[in-house]
């Protein structure tokens, strides 16, 4: 069982990858092959910050702070999936592989097709939707969803990232602006990368964790929400992406 209180978490190729502070600053690397897997091992974390969609719309238009997000970063906007339908999702979990059965779906509720890069992440939607719903929330970690480039411009004074995070180029000007948060964000870069395998853990999968883990650490007790009163799913999930101003 970890000893984090403030966790970040990012997709990866092998499952789940986590950057954990505890009330001290002392941090913690890891990687999980199923979220279910992480909330046990953090079930003692007061906040666990989630770059993944959590709560879903079941009709058109989509998410109110997904539309509030692209316009806060202009340039970067295309870093915000359109997030699939509910049905959509239920659709891809039966037939992973059904693209054209998941594009059926969500062009009946949704009026338009599925992007190849939400089809590339709804099984992990799904992974963190049944685990919100399936368990008790007296007995889990607060887990809330978060965008990193939304992290990104807050830490940076309201300004999004002018370069493509995949690019050393967008990599180096998001460890710069992370280290005037976090100075010991280069040894933490450095360290996940000796750690983990680039086929296991990306680039850009660290340094977005890490925006997460610093956004919960920092401003656990003083996130701002997008949208400002976000509303809720069916589940009763809320529909929202949550920082912290530097």
Not at 15 to 25: A, I, K, L, N, R
Request: one cysteine or more; glycine letters at 6%; a positive charge.
């Amino acid at each position: 069982m970890g000893k984090s209180e403030f966790v970040g978490v990012d997709g990866c190729p092998s499952g789940w990858f986590s950057v954990g502070f505890d009330s001290e600053g002392c941090y913690e690397l890891k990687v999980f092959p199923a979220f279910s897997d992480l909330l046990d091992y953090y079930r003692n974390a007061k906040l666990v910050l989630v770059d993944i969609p959590i709560g879903l719309p079941e009709g058109p238009g989509g998410r109110e702070c997904d539309d509030e997000a692209r316009d806060k970063l202009k340039s970067r906007r295309s870093s915000v999936f359109p997030v699939p339908t509910r049905q959509t999702v239920e659709q891809v979990v039966k037939s992973p592989k059904d693209h054209p059965a998941a594009n059926k779906i969500e062009l009946r509720f949704a009026c338009k097709k599925v992007s190849p890069q939400t089809l590339a992440i709804a099984l992990k939607i799904n992974e963190v939707d049944e685990a919100l719903k399936g368990r008790d929330p007296r007995t889990m970690p607060s887990v809330r969803e978060v965008h990193p480039e939304i992290c990104f411009r807050a830490f940076n004074k309201g300004r999004s990232m002018e370069h493509p995070k995949k690019r050393k180029k967008g990599q180096d000007e998001r460890i710069c602006v992370l280290e005037g948060i976090e100075p010991r964000t280069q040894a933490i870069f450095n360290k996940a990368l000796s750690d983990f395998l680039r086929k296991c853990v990306a680039k850009d999968d660290i340094l977005d964790a890490l925006a997460a883990a610093v956004t919960a650490r920092l401003g656990h007790d003083q996130l701002q929400t997008i949208p400002k009163c976000p509303p809720k799913d069916c589940k009763g999930l809320p529909m929202e992406m949550v920082y912290w101003e530097a």
